[in-house]
């Protein structure tokens, strides 16, 4: 890897085969109830993508990531109930031109921090930066301190349960337990009917992208390099001369950012937000897709989300008992048996069967799926 | 000695260093001094403090009281990595590199340009950095494992990778902990012949236990004992001081 | 929001909600014993943990129910067996994961962190598909019922009192095993050194094996005494696992003294505090304190300074 393009030609090609995957097979073949399924998980895709950049490159591992996704959607949710709440739709509340839970709870005013969520432009800046300044927060408080490994997962465990605790108990300000429901337009266009549905679907697949895109960036640029340094020898890296706690920060930081876009395009493309997605239990579950895509791969990070999704719905469809031990299992194996999850089965055994069947002259090392650095959770020992 | 003299010509001025852990004093009310362009090497048994002296002067480990002056800036009061920009070099006891990255990359990293985060984002590769990589890695003898994972280097390999790491980084002291440990008898050979080379324009502060080796490079010599110094000077006069034989033969 | 109080009215708050905090105190000291044996001594993380608790709970559950049909004559001493029986169940399991899974994962606290997270997920299911989903509770012995008058206008519950005894009792004998034992001197022997710990003759597979089955098994006890005063379900334990988190990493990991000050610290600010406002900011509250405090003291509150 001595060049220092963002992508190199394999990468592209594993970028396009996603592309088409996303943009012309899932759409042609799912109808719309499937496909908005899809557009959910995919929100999902983009915590995982934060996690690939934050915990496989950086070593740092957020079991809050819920938190960010929470804020990141309840933001969004807050601009689109405003809308729902106009003063017409309202007419019956004792109060009417404030949502409804807030009717419910007694307040008679719209609390001043709801205000500047009336202004679209406020939402969208809002979405990236009160996730990205409350990371900003937490990272310099525990990284300037060398707080990390156990304690920084046990940290974000406890302020995903503070705030998932705060939500529900605040119910005149937040919605309490059943969230924020009922948002219907979006500067007056509806976004529940099919057509809309589709539409946001493929504005979500768009962002995903350019997200992708920025995780490539980084992973290829020096800083990424840096974030693997660190994860393997932190203080070799401060004694050349970094300051480790910055680099933490920001890795946590550009995670935090990517789980908030996905809460914002979760409570557009499904249409309500709520404390169920923010917790301790979510924000674990959201690891897991990382795990199961290889915590070291961009585009893996996309598949295991989708895969393990899907499996979650069939499963727990047909079989809910099941599930639970699918789930379980799932976390040990990926990290007994497969520490680099699906993109390690490809680049170990798959890609090398193709490359094989082909007989094609192209070399193995440059697969687009894998890094050749391995990961912290590799067979040790 | 020089006690009493300002140390304003001194490049490293260590002056009443104490540190102790939980009342134990690693290091006591320790002072010392090192020109530019001088080779000083600390020696002294097992648990005398000479590690602990390093991670001092890196910022590793929190001074209890005294101070450190590099350059006349003090030390005591910066974090590791402004201790580093400053111009201080530190390899460790350990060969510590980055498995998972290749050699081209170990040195990169090292390179002295874009170490803030916008930096490390805008970093490009350009003629510059490949040349100077080449350039030291041809002198670490590893020109012909630029590509290869730092993994699979030797352990005198990954020595010399440090060292080069150093190199690159430029330091104007360089601190190297035994150095020369744990190597096959031509990789000490080699090794020598490096570190002859690579003292040349700065200052150097040494630790290590082969004799040999000490003679050869040591312009003087700092014994420890029990975090203070026990005597200073030439390795004749070292080896001539009574105090000295008395704690490495007395036991 | 001490302004409608008198300094007497005051007072007697303190008391009584302190008696409720003790209760507390006592589930999260029983919690974070064995928490803190596994994370401070081994430096595992066992998201498990709850479930080691609750496979106790069950234990009791079904030991009572056992006394209930074939020896009602017993029914009174049925817990003494319950606790034993728990602690050998969970000591038993906890062995087992260890052999399984934790050892193959001392290198990557992480993983183990997501592992067991796994394992917990697995053991709740195992639990609903055995038990039932719902929650079962126990019929406290006639003699654990009422409560004991200590003065005039203050009561303390039996129940309540009997496991706060029980928690000094298992206290002492993990202080006695830990600091005093030839077994703790091995234990300790192997976190300061594991390789040096290895070469004098010390088996520290074996060491490390039963350190987590200790840890497990005091789970076990601690969800005995957890019957007692709440009832059981496949994801109680779930409930307690970041709070007890708290606690032990809040007294600064291998510190026994610095586990049981700061359960007591949190389960008292926790109780107070929620007198004055509802449960949930009160737990809000709480955990904003403990990780603001852990923000400016990392190492938690007893912990020595060390060379690394």
Known sequence: MTDNRFVNRSELIGILLLAVFLVVILPLCLDVFRLNLVAKYLTYAFVALGLVICWGYGGILSLGQGVFFGLGGYCMAMFLKLEASSVENTKIQSTPGIPDFMDWNQITSLPLFWKPFHSLSFTIAAVILVPGIFALIIGAAMFKRRVGGTYFAIITQAVAAILTILIVGQQGYTGGINGMTDLRTLKGWDIRPDHAKIVLYFFEVGCLFVCIFIAQFIRHSKLGRILVAMRDKEDRVRFSGYSVANFKIFAFCVAAIFAAIGGAMFALNVGFMSPSFVGIVPSIEMVIYTAVGGRLSILGAVYGTLLVNFAKTSLSESFPELWLFGLGGLFIAVVLAFPNGLAGIWGDYVHPRIDRLINSSKPKSGDGWTDSSVADGAPAE | MLIGHKPKEFLLAVEALTVSFDGFKAVNDLSFYVEENEIRVIIGPNGAGKTTVLDLICGKTKATSGSIQFHGQELTKLKENQIVQAGVGRKFQTPSIYDDLTVFENLEISFPRGRTVFGALTFTRDTIVRDRVHEVAEMIFLKDRLNMSAELLSHGQKQWLEIGMLLIQDPELLMLDEPVAGMSVSERVKTAELLNRIIKDRSVLVIEHDMKFVEDIAHKVTVLHQGQILSEGTMDHVKNDPKVIEVYLGH | ?308
């Open chain 3, 1 to 308: 929001m001490f302004g409608d109080y008198s300094i007497g009215d005051l007072g007697s708050i303190f008391v009584m909600q302190g008696f409720a905090g003790l209760i507390l105190f006592s589930v999260y000291v029983l919690m974070a014993l064995g928490l803190a044996i596994i994370f401070g001594q081994m430096g595992v993380i066992n998201m498990a943990h709850g479930e080691f608790m609750i496979l106790g709970a069950y234990v009791t559950w079904m030991t009572s129910n056992l006394f209930q049909s074939y020896l009602p004559g017993l029914f009174g001493g049925y817990f003494f067996l319950a606790m034993i029986l728990a602690f050998f169940a969970s000591g038993a399991l906890g062995m087992l994961v260890e052999w399984a899974l934790i050892r193959h994962l001392y290198k990557r606290p992480l993983d183990t962190l997501l592992a067991t997270w796994g394992l917990s997920l697995i053991l709740q299911q195992a639990y609903r598909s055995i038990f039932g989903a719902r929650e079962v509770g126990v019929e406290l012995p006639q003699w654990m019922l009422g409560s004991l008058r200590v003065t005039e206008s203050i009561e303390v519950p039996i129940n309540g009192a009997f496991v706060m005894a029980l928690t000094l009792l298992i206290t002492m004998a993990v202080a006695y095993i830990m600091y005093k034992s030839r077994w703790g001197r091995q234990v300790r022997a192997v976190v300061q050194n594991r390789i040096m710990a290895g070469a004098v003759g010390i088996n520290t597979e074996k060491v490390d094996r039963y350190t987590f089955g200790l840890g497990c098994g005091i789970a076990g006890v601690a969800g005995s005494a957890f019957t007692m005063i709440g009832s059981t379900g496949p994801t109680s334990g779930q409930l307690y696992i970041v709070d007890t988190f708290l606690v032990v990493v809040f007294g600064g990991a291998a510190s026994l003294i610095g586990t049981i000050a700061s359960a007591f610290s949190i389960s008292q600010t926790q109780s107070t505090l929620e007198f004055f406002m509802s449960g949930s900011m009160a737990k809000v509250l709480t955990l904003l304190a403990v990780v603001g405090i852990l923000m400016l003291r990392p190492q938690g509150l007893f912990a020595l300074k060390v060379r690394k």
